[in-house]
Structure formats: C-alpha cells, structure tokens
C-alpha cells in the first residue's frame, strides 16, 4: 500500500515536472482552459452578487386592493379583518378615498377636480405588503386578495420586481448551461492535448506493452498530467475572477452609491474554489481518461 | 517451464505460422530455436510472451495457462519474462539507462533499488561506460546488448531472445551466447532462435528445428 502511493507520488511529480520543462506551451494550454473555467465562474458570481444586493433591496412588491364604489363601512371592515387574518399579508394600510383625491389634486395641482365632478371619483384602496414570497405565490395571493368580497381590483404595483427577479433567475440558468457548455470544453480540450501526447509517445507505449506494461500503467502519466492541467488552470480560473472583481468593483461601488445600495462584486469563497478545483481535475481527467482508453483499445493485439 | 501443447497460430489472413506444435522446455533449460526465414520462430516466441494468442491449442508458462488467461492478466505473465527482439524495439528518444530502466518502472521498483539494477545489468553486457549515451550512437553490437541489458534487468525466470547474433561477426556473436550461458547458469530458462545453426551446435545444447511451422525432421 505505501508502495504503491510511492508510485503514484512519483508520477504525479514526474508529470508536474514535465508541465513546468515546457512551460510557455503549456502556460498558453492552462490559459485556454482556465478562460474557459472563468467565464461561467465569473458569470456565477455576478448572478450570486446580484442575488444578495436585491435581497437588501426592498423588492417585495406591494398590492393595491381598489374597493368598488359603492363600497360601505361594513365592507371595508370585513376586507381589513381578512387582511389582519392572512398569514401571507406582512403588513397593510387603508387610504381613504378623500385622502387619495387629495393627494392626487396635490400631485396633479388640479386644485378643483372634486369641484368639478361633483363627487369623488376615487375608491377606497387598501396597500397591502405581502411576505417576501415567491412569483409564483404572489400571483396566488393576488388571485385570492381580488377575490374578497366588494374588491373591485388587486394590482401589483412593483412588476419591475418580478422582471429583476425573473432576469436573475435567467442569468443563473444562464451561469449553469454555461458551466455545462464548458465543462464539455473542458473534456474536450483535455481529450484532444492527452490525444497529441499518446501519438507522440506511441513508440514507447507500444514497447511498453510489450514488456509488460498495464494500461493502467499506460493511463497512469496522462492522467497526472490532466489533473495538474486541470487542477492549475482552476487556480489560474480563480486569480482571473477575483482580478475581474477586484477592476470591477470601484465603478461598481460608484454606481451603486447613486442608489444607495453597497454593492460589491465577491470573488469565490474557500469551498467555491475547493469546487471548481475538483470540478476542473475531474472532467480533465476524464477527457485524458477517454483519449487513452481510445487509444488502447485501437492498438490491442488480436 | 514453457510446454506447447497442440498449438497452431493462424495469422489473419489464414497463414498458418505454427501448426500442431507440442514441446516442453523444462524450468532452467537452455533450448536453441532454428529454421529458415519464415519457419515460425518469432510467431513461437511470441506465443510464450503473450503477444500473440495461439488459435488452439494450450500454451502454459510458469503453469499458467496464457491461452485461457484474460487479456488483463497478460502483462503480469510478461513481467516474469524478458524478450530480447528481433527488431530490438530500443526507444531512441531516451538514454541507455533510460531505455534498461523501463521494465523496473513498468513493474513498480523503488527508485533507488532501480537505478542500482540498470546500473547492474548495463554492467553485465559491458556497457557500464554508456549510460548517458543516446542509443542512436551505438554500434550495432551495443545496441544488441542494450536490448539483452533491458531484458534482464528486472531478473526474469525466462528469458527469450530472438536472433540476438544475427548481423554481428562470429566473434561478437560468440560473446553474445556466453552472455545468454551465464544467465542460464544462475538458472534463467533460455530460448534463442537462431537461422545460423553451426553457432548453436557448438554449444551442445537441444536444438528445436522448425520448418513451415511444423518440426523439421
Ligand atoms: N503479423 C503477421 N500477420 C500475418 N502473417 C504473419 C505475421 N507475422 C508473421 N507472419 C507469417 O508467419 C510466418 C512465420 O513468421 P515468423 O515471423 O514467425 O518467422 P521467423 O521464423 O521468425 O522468420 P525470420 O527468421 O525471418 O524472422 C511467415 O510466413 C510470416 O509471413
Ligand atoms: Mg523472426
């Protein structure tokens, strides 16, 4: 057993060494694949940043409940009970319709309208907050408030939320088949450097076999190699996002001020990087993985 | 111990290379191979070393039976054995002692261990000056004994060699077989094929002959 981690200490160093005596094509190898690990890493963090400053941001939309005009006292009684009862209902507040018509001739400095009309065209509305709830029970609690009784309409008044919300959860999609697309990359670029390699070096897998060699013995120094390949352009992948955060972050920072908002772009946290790490070593070897076997099984004697 | 029993090796192509061979070389023999140019005795050799398959038949080696042996299992019988090619099969990209240090990597020797081995059997064939040499500049003799240097290194039971004297003079060719004794004297089981037949009769040993695949009367 410490035999054997013996020889594999000893390939692992031996494919590291052969990494670092070629340094510059390979540097250009590590550079392609950790740009290819970057862009959906930094996509990520983009998505998961802009997630906690909305998650700061009072974003939970409220609903006006219109009331019919020929709603009574009584009605109005009843709806405000529903509303102090609904367990979804985070907090709400009643406008009377007077109080609205003057806000409105204020805003509007149409001093006379209610002069004019003769009558109060306004409604009574309740503005209710729900808790911050999903879209999806939104629309629900919506569906149920409009459904109280002398309720004419339930409106949203914070759709710009919902858009955020849904951009958002696009953007993370979006993060996530980028990680597929390049998780692929990542196979493929390996599976093609390890191909190049064996063709290289048939000669001496071919003697090698023929003295005795295993294919596991075969796959062994190619396996190293993917995995350093992998493993160093995920660190590289990793001092590219935190760069890009790090030249980000001051323009950022300005702009959010203007809204108030203390925005900051994160770079990857120990766990993130111990995951992109593995991630990059696995699918690496795997692509060095299937280039061998391919390899092996189209030279096998008869 | 090698033993044939009932082997023949059809090429693709239908060619039959060996047909209905039977023999038994005995743990620690020295046993001679010869025949014509096509007689079957690379195509025998590499029956032993499991780098051919026999069409039928069995072929046992060390009482294994490589013929119902998976081919998984087929390195771990050639590691007990070293092969001395006809074509020699020397990898020119590396040095003398890289070349010999092979067989130790494939079978898993410690470092240390290993480098004192090459150092050994580069010895033994007269090459102890030539470590750093590049293969490509060693005459053609040398490059024989890189190859019996690589197949011994590891100390195989059996030891296989095909046509090592071929292309050297006499006197070089004679060195060789006292190389290829000696290692029968610390109880290595020896073949060599040979098509040159007065440099085996020398030697008094048993002389397989082949012809067209078959033993020749
Ligand atoms: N891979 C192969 N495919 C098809 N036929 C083969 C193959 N290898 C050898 N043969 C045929 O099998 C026969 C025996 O070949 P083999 O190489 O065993 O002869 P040999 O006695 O070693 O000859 P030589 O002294 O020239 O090396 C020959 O007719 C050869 O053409
Ligand atoms: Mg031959």
Redesign the pocket.
């Known amino acids: 057993m410490k035999h054997y981690l013996y020889l594999h200490a000893q390939s692992a160093r031996s494919a590291l060494l052969k990494i670092l005596r070629q340094p510059f094509g390979n540097l250009l190898n590590l550079l392609m694949l950790a740009i290819a690990l970057a862009l959906p890493v930094s996509l990520y963090l983009g998505v998961s940043s802009l997630q906690q400053w909305t998650a700061k941001l009072n974003t939970t939309p409220q609903i006006t409940l219109f009331m019919e005009l020929s709603s009574e006292q009584a009605d109005l009684a009843a709806v405000e009970s529903s509303l102090k009862h609904h367990p979804r209902v985070a907090s709400f507040r009643f406008v009377h319709k007077d109080a609205a018509l003057k806000e409105l001739e204020q805003r509007s400095g149409l001093n006379a309208i209610s002069e004019g009309l003769g009558s109060n065209p306004l409604p009574h509305a309740f503005i209710v907050t729900p808790q911050a709830l999903e879209p999806a029970m939104l629309d629900l609690l919506q569906k149920e408030l409009s459904g109280l009784p002398m309720v004419e309409l339930a409106q949203f008044d914070a759709t710009w939320a919902r858009k955020l919300h849904a951009m958002i959860t696009l953007a993370g999609q979006l993060a996530w088949l980028l990680a597929v697309v390049f998780a692929l990359a990542m196979v493929l670029i390996n599976h093609n450097t390890i191909r190049m390699q064996i063709l290289a070096r048939q000669e001496e897998i071919a003697v090698s076999k023929l003295i005795g060699a295993t294919d596991s013995f075969i796959r062994r120094p190619f396996l190293y190699h993917a995995a350093w390949q992998g493993g160093l352009s995920a660190l590289l992948c990793w001092g590219l996002s935190s760069w890009l955060a790090y030249q980000a972050n001051p323009a950022l920072a300005e702009f959010a001020s203007l809204y108030g908002i203390d925005a900051q772009l994160r770079s990857l946290q120990p766990l993130e990087v111990l995951g992109v790490l593995l991630g990059a070593m696995l699918l690496s070897m795997l692509g060095a993985r299937l280039a061998a076997d391919h390899h092996l099984r189209k030279n096998q004697p008869a | 111990m090698i033993r044939f029993d009932q082997v023949t090796?059809r090429?693709?192509?239908g060619?039959?290379?060996?047909r209905n061979l039977s023999f038994t070389v005995e743990s620690g023999e020295m046993v001679f191979l010869a025949?014509?140019?096509?007689?079957?005795?690379?195509?025998?050799?590499?029956l032993v070393s499991g780098i051919?398959r026999a069409t039928s038949g069995n072929v046992l080696v060390n009482n294994q039976n490589l013929s119902k042996l998976r081919a998984s299992q087929l390195p771990y019988v050639r590691q007990h054995i070293g092969v001395v090619f006809?074509d020699h099969k020397i990898l020119f990209d590396r040095t003398v002692f890289d070349n010999v240090m092979l067989p130790l990597d494939i079978i898993g020797f410690d470092r240390r261990d290993a480098q004192r081995r090459v150092r050994a059997a580069l010895d033994k064939v007269g090459l102890a000056g030539k470590e750093k040499v590049m293969p490509i500049r060693l005459s053609g003799g040398e490059q024989q004994r890189l190859c019996i240097a690589r197949a011994v290194v590891h100390r195989p039971s059996i030891l296989l060699a095909?046509?090592p004297s071929a292309n050297l003079d006499r006197a070089y060719a004679l060195d060789i077989m006292e190389l290829f004794k000696s290692f029968h004297q610390v109880g290595v089981t020896v073949l060599i094929?040979a098509?040159d037949e007065t440099l085996m009769e020398d030697y008094g040993r048993r002389i397989i002959r082949?012809r067209e695949?078959q033993f020749a009367a």
């Open positions: 090796k090429y693709p192509g060619h039959e290379a060996l025949g014509h140019s096509g007689a079957g005795k690379s195509t025998l050799l590499k051919e006809q095909d046509e094929s098509h082949l695949g």
